[in-house]
């Protein structure tokens, strides 16, 4: 580090949330190159969908269960969350999308996805939910909706 001159020469950014917060900002000290909106990224984005689902699997595997035959949530329904609901609909899985954006909750209805208007709806009854949005995607209140079915289930 002693090589380092303290001046940033520039900055690339990756994500669709940086690459907003980075123009919400205005004039910057140095240039900022986005390739989150990259037609190039597209098939990143469709293999980072597809890992978060192996690393999901592997964690409900370490719990000695398994994913098939399960109903989730996808929050989020942009690049990655597209590619998460299908490789999860892929392994069998009934797949509920919530997207606060109507054209995209309709764009996952034509691609054959069950779709919800609201959060609270959407994990109402899934046993696993995946957020994808980069912003908060679950409030207090929709855990516990959750879990008080939950709960009303268990009896």
Do not use: W
Not at 9 to 38: F, I, K, M, W
Not at 86 to 91: H, I, S
Not at 110 to 137: I, M, P
Request: with cysteine.
């Amino acid at each position: 580090m002693s090589k380092f001159s303290g001046r940033i020469l520039g900055v690339v950014e990756d994500t669709e949330n940086g690459h907003q917060r980075y123009a919400a900002l205005g004039s910057l000290p140095c240039p900022v190159v986005s390739v989150a909106r990259s037609p190039l990224k597209d098939c990143e984005d469709h293999l980072v969908g597809r890992s978060i689902v192996f690393s999901t699997d592997a964690l409900v595997r370490a719990r000695g269960d398994i994913l098939t035959s399960r109903s989730a949530c996808v929050i989020g329904f942009g690049k990655i969350g597209r590619s998460i609901a299908q490789t999860l609909r892929a392994q069998d899985l009934r797949v509920t999308v919530y997207d606060n954006d109507a054209v995209k909750r309709v764009q996952a209805h034509a691609l054959g996805f069950r779709t919800s208007a609201s959060t609270t709806e959407a994990v109402h009854d899934a046993e696993l939910v995946l957020c994808a949005t980069g912003n908060l995607a679950l409030r207090h209140e929709d855990f516990a909706a959750h879990c008080a079915t939950a709960h009303t289930s268990d009896r």
